[in-house]
Structure formats: structure tokens, C-alpha cells
């Protein structure tokens, strides 16, 4: 077991590097006129959403952490925070979702590109991912449909004076609805989206050929490198899709698990480590955009020399 002062030190590093990566993202997006494309508005939502993780729910975590996963909040309060933790999951990869469609159409549509991601649709498409997201969090956990016995979780704790040691504030996956959200908001959108980039891939390889073909030596080059650009900001957004799998697929086949099984275990140090690594996935994207995509660093970079040229002022 960690010492606290150590486990302090890191939960508390990842919440500010969580915090400060995605406002970066969402400036960077913001005052940077290179980065003012329709792709990044659904960057910016992911970056959003990942923002309010870190602002709203993993302080909250890690106090509880903190505590070895005991709640002192109450029941409501409890239930409140779930919420925010399920729909900001379910928004990253409905997100994600949306980000690999706009990257097949840019890819394998170019010309009819512009008529067909419009910003309307995008605005539209995005009121939509943060609906769907509040539907399958806060119906679902206020309405009592994932418990065994279909009644509201932790209502009960709020019935005596004081909080009890041993309560655990977790997402009960206790029936077959359990079972659905998972493989529905979870596994299957991930196999459509691994689908769908290799799809953009498989578009993208024969797209430089046919280029390489029939463009004159004259215009070759611009037209390879406006197709190079999109082509890596697809691999910097499969980059993004790459990570989101790796520190999330842990955590949804562990409570898989447990909803098969039809039983909550309390908080140990493999559950513990397993929701973090799903929330280092936040701290995380911010990083992997400069590092695939020579825009995103441009911005970077302008940001942070103004910033150093301010203090030296």
C-alpha cells in the first residue's frame, strides 16, 4: 500500500494535469485560426467533458480514495456523483464515435466534405451525444433500473443522523440491464469505431496511389500534402481512440464481470487502480494532440510564449 502522502501527491498531480491539459486544448482551439476546423469542434467536447471530470469528479474520487473508499456524503449526493461519472464516460465515447464518422467522410468524401459536415449538423450532433448521455446516467441510476431488486441505490443512507462507515459509493451493476449498457455504450461502439479507422485507413492508402497516379509531377505535391494532412490528423484521433481503449477496457470488463456474477464488491486495490487508469485517460488526451498533430503544437507553443512573455513583463 502506497504511503497517503505519496498517494496525495499523485492523485493530486493527474487532477491538475487533468485540469490544465484540456483548458490548453480549448484555448489552443479557440485562439489559434489553424485549429478553427469543423473536426476540432467535436475535439473541443471531448476536451470539455474531460475538463469536467477533472473539475467535478475525480477530486471527489480521490478524497474518497483517500478515505479507503468510504462515502461520507449521503445517498443523494452519492447518486449525483455517479451520474456525472457515467455521463461524462458515456459523452467521451460518443464523442469518440462522432470523431471517427467526420474522419471517414473527410477521408473518403473530400469534395463533398463541406456540404455534408456542416456546422449546423455538428452543433446538432453534439446537443445530441450530451443528451444521450444524460438519458443513459442520470434515468437510468434515479429510476432504480440497475439494481437487483429495481429500487433506487443509497436512497436509504440519508434515513439516519450520520453517515455509517462501509458505505461504498458505486454503480450497482446488479441485472441484466447492467449487461446491455455495457455491451450497448461501451463495447459495441468501440468495435464500430475500430471498424470504421480501419476503414479510413484502407480509403486513405488508396487515396495517395490514385494521387500519385493521375495528379501531373507539376500539382503533385500540394495535393499530397493537403491529403498527408488529414491523413495524420486521423492517425493523432486513432491515437486518441487507441488510449481511450487501454485505460477503459479494464474498467468496463471488471464490472462486467461483477454484473455476471450479480454482485458489488467494496473498494480494493485492484478496483482502485483500474478507476484511475480510466481517468488518466482524460490527463492523457491532451497530451496526444501535439504529439500526433504539428498544429496542435504550433498552438501549443504560441500560448505558452505568451504566457512566458507576460511573466516577463
Given at each position: 500500500m502506497f504511503p497517503t502522502a505519496l498517494r496525495w501527491l499523485v492523485l493530486v498531480s493527474l487532477i491538475i494535469l487533468t485540469i490544465v491539459g484540456n483548458m490548453l486544448v480549448c484555448l489552443a482551439v479557440g485562439l489559434s485560426r489553424r485549429l478553427w476546423r469543423i473536426t476540432n469542434c467535436f475535439v473541443v467536447s471531448l476536451a470539455v467533458t474531460d475538463l469536467l471530470l477533472g473539475l467535478l469528479v475525480m477530486p471527489i474520487s480521490a478524497s474518497v480514495e483517500l478515505r479507503s473508499g468510504h462515502w461520507p456524503f449521503g445517498g443523494t449526493l452519492c447518486n449525483i456523483y455517479i451520474s456525472l461519472d457515467v455521463m461524462l464516460c458515456a459523452s467521451s465515447i460518443l464523442t469518440l464515435m462522432a470523431i471517427s464518422v467526420d474522419r471517414y467522410l473527410a477521408i473518403s468524401a473530400p469534395l463533398s466534405y463541406s456540404r455534408r459536415v456542416t456546422p449546423v449538423k455538428v452543433t446538432l450532433a453534439m446537443i445530441a451525444i450530451?443528451?444521450?448521455?444524460?438519458?443513459?446516467?442520470?434515468?437510468?441510476?434515479?429510476?432504480?433500473?440497475?439494481?437487483?431488486?429495481?429500487?433506487?441505490?443509497?436512497?436509504?443512507?440519508?434515513?439516519?443522523?450520520?453517515?455509517?462507515?462501509?458505505?461504498?459509493?458505486?454503480f450497482e451493476w446488479m441485472n441484466n440491464y447492467a449487461l446491455i449498457y455495457a455491451f450497448g455504450s461501451f463495447y459495441m461502439?468501440?468495435?464500430?469505431?475500430?471498424?470504421?479507422?480501419?476503414?479510413?485507413?484502407?480509403?486513405?492508402?488508396?487515396?495517395?496511389?490514385?494521387?500519385?497516379?493521375?495528379?501531373?509531377?507539376?500539382?503533385?505535391?500540394?495535393?499530397t500534402a493537403a491529403t498527408a494532412r488529414e491523413h495524420k490528423a486521423t492517425m493523432s484521433l486513432a491515437a486518441v481512440l487507441g488510449a481511450f481503449v487501454i485505460c477503459w477496457f479494464p474498467y468496463f470488463t471488471l464490472f462486467t464481470c461483477n454484473a455476471i456474477k450479480k454482485k458489488t464488491n467494496p473498494p480494493?486495490?485492484?478496483?482502485?487502480?483500474?478507476?484511475?487508469?480510466?481517468?488518466?485517460?482524460?490527463?492523457?488526451?491532451?497530451?496526444?494532440?501535439?504529439?500526433?498533430?504539428?498544429d496542435f503544437r504550433k498552438a501549443y507553443g504560441e500560448l505558452l510564449r505568451c504566457r512566458s512573455a507576460l511573466h516577463g513583463e
Open positions: 450530451w443528451a444521450l448521455s444524460l438519458a443513459v446516467s442520470v434515468v437510468p441510476i434515479h429510476l432504480g433500473l440497475n439494481t437487483a431488486d429495481y429500487r433506487v441505490q443509497h436512497l436509504d443512507w440519508d434515513m439516519g443522523d450520520e453517515v455509517k462507515e462501509g458505505h461504498y459509493c458505486q461502439p468501440l468495435l464500430l469505431m475500430c471498424g470504421m479507422y480501419l476503414c479510413i485507413f484502407r480509403v486513405a492508402r488508396e487515396q495517395v496511389r490514385r494521387i500519385r497516379a493521375a495528379t501531373p509531377s507539376f500539382a503533385r505535391a500540394a495535393s480494493n486495490t485492484l478496483s482502485s487502480v483500474i478507476l484511475w487508469l480510466g481517468y488518466f485517460n482524460s490527463a492523457l488526451n491532451p497530451i496526444l494532440y501535439p504529439a500526433f498533430n504539428r
